[in-house]
């Protein structure tokens, strides 16, 4: 009876609160594009070859600044406009805000595609070192108008707390890019060998049909909703024009020199390890190798429970928008407790996880000790990794993005601090150090900023000892088990499945201990 109440409880919290159901779409989206994603790997590997992928891969940070540059924080500040507005039943403000994000995404996407097509080359030269990326990257420019406009229409829907669209648009992407690519290679252009090139079209499609799909339900919404598109009627008097466009450019600016800071420091980051590993371990071939299985292997496997937090992180910012406008500060003070515990217990999880099941994570998956012990020490990370980005979520969604940028800045100068003084002498470790420090400061910094603003409590036995204790007992009995299954299964090669079965299984039991304190 009681596990029946619970889940009656969980159907009514998701039927009713749009914050766990956006969520919970967005989550199990992102978790389905991933593993598409990871198939997508294995068949241009197979398809265009190691090198090639190589190229492939190097175009990715321009990439990511015309995404930084076109639409990352013009959504954003989209979601948040039309959230506030829409909650004051202002649907034609509302609407004048997303067709001013709408033309000027398209402009920005139609101008810096066209600036990197005509500088594609030198681009290539100068910035990437690799020439043989020149064909990749004209080609991918095709895709980036496509994105902005996707963008611009995702941040309406958020702003709606509609997040299905977003959700089946980044499904739909990615389909669209496997097998666009494999009909394309199958029965259109059929050739001996295949280039990086070929494989950017897979990106140009992703984008055309995730554009067309989101277009689709923005005119059915509009259909559906008259008073929505029409920004006319009886009481549909949108605000002025140009306070539209102050307001748009007041929170778009700083959310995109926040993204695009971010982006080029990463890029910067990503450079530099290589390049001072080297003076560490004096052989190119080793350094590289290091940096490979960390940045490769290690992190990406941190990081991927981070699909749920930032899920949660995309539904917090029009919901915390919305409540802020409306001063529901009793909401407010709920939601930011609720969020952070729940990003608490997958932190707390998480490290768990990693610190016992680490090395058997790297020999399984990776075959690789080194993957394993990178995600030993890694494990510590995760609470301030997945605390962060829900933190800096809630501020943008309070309109504190310029603050949220000078902290970014400054976590991340200190991680390329440690890049350049302490790598040189103790190695990669230099950099996990940094990136605990970096995290650990922006984590706290976010904590005190809210805290001012929002007043809410936070119990260290409830919140974190308790739940800690428990996730480690039941861990500990988790790794015995998955030990004896292994000696028992020893003979049938299956040790991946049986460790991917006892995570799930230790997973499921550590959060249903916790159910009712979630649905409290």
Not at 294 to 313: E, R
Not at 357 to 380: H, N, R, T
């Amino acid at each position: 009876m009681k596990v029946k109440n619970w889940c009656c409880r969980l159907n009514f919290l998701i039927s009713k609160n749009l914050v766990i159901k956006g969520t919970l779409i967005l989550t199990l989206a992102g978790f389905a594009t991933r593993i598409i994603g990871f198939y997508n790997r294995i068949f241009l590997a197979d398809l265009i070859g190691a090198k090639e992928l190589g190229l492939y891969q190097l175009i990715f940070p321009l990439y990511m600044v015309a995404f930084s540059l076109t639409t990352f924080g013009n959504e954003l500040a989209l979601t948040k406009l039309v959230s506030e507005y829409n909650s004051r039943g202002d649907k034609a403000s509302a609407c004048a805000f997303f067709k001013t994000c709408f033309f000027y995404n398209l402009f920005l996407g139609l101008l810096v595609s066209t600036i990197m097509y005509q500088n594609a080359e030198w681009l290539c030269i100068r910035i990437l070192n690799a020439p043989e990326c020149t064909s990749c990257l004209k080609v991918i420019c095709f895709g980036i108008p496509f994105m902005s406009m996707k963008g611009s229409i995702h941040g309406y829907f958020l702003g709606l707390e509609k997040s299905s669209v977003h959700g089946m648009s980044d499904f739909l992407e990615q389909i669209a890019k496997v097998f666009g690519l494999y009909l394309l290679a199958s029965y259109i252009c059929i050739r001996n060998q295949y280039d990086a090139s070929f494989a950017v079209i897979g990106i140009v499609i992703g984008e055309i049909i995730a554009f067309l799909y989101s277009v689709t339900a923005l005119l059915i919404h509009f259909a559906c909703h008259p008073e929505s598109s029409l920004c006319t009627g009886k009481n549909a008097k949108a605000i002025h024009r140009r306070q539209i466009l102050h307001l748009f450019l007041k929170d778009s600016v700083p959310l995109t020199t926040n993204r695009l800071a971010l982006t080029v420091l990463q890029s910067i980051e990503a450079i530099m390890i290589p390049t001072v590993l080297l003076s560490f371990y004096g052989n190119s071939t080793l350094s590289l190798e290091t940096y490979g299985i960390f940045s490769g292997m290690a992190f990406p496997f941190i990081m991927f429970p981070s699909t749920i937090t930032n899920s949660l992180s995309t539904m917090l910012l029009p919901a915390v928008s919305s409540a802020s406008s409306g001063l529901k500060k009793d909401y407010l003070t709920r939601l930011c407790e609720k969020s952070l515990h729940f990003c608490l217990l997958i932190g707390i999880f998480s490290t768990i996880t990693f610190y016992i099941f680490g090395p058997s994570i790297g020999m399984c998956f990776f075959k690789s000790k080194e993957a394993g012990m990178y995600l030993y020490q890694l494990s510590l990370l995760c609470p301030f990794i997945y605390l962060a980005t829900t933190l800096a979520s809630i501020l943008n969604g309070l309109g504190f993005a310029t603050h949220n940028l000078i902290l970014t800045v400054i976590a991340t100068a200190i991680r390329i601090s440690f890049i350049m003084f302490a790598i040189p002498h103790i190695g990669i470790y230099g950099y996990i150090i940094g990136l605990f420090v970096g995290y650990l400061f922006l984590t706290f910094a976010c904590l005190h900023k809210l805290q001012k603003m929002i007043p809410f409590e936070l119990s260290f036995t409830e919140d974190i000892f308790l739940p800690a204790v428990t996730f480690i007992l039941f861990g500990v009995i988790a790794f015995w088990g998955y030990q004896k299954l292994i000696h028992v299964a020893a003979l049938h090669n299956s040790g991946l499945w049986i460790l991917i079965f006892v995570i799930i299984v230790y997973g499921g039991i550590c959060f249903l201990s916790k159910a009712r304190q979630l649905l409290k």
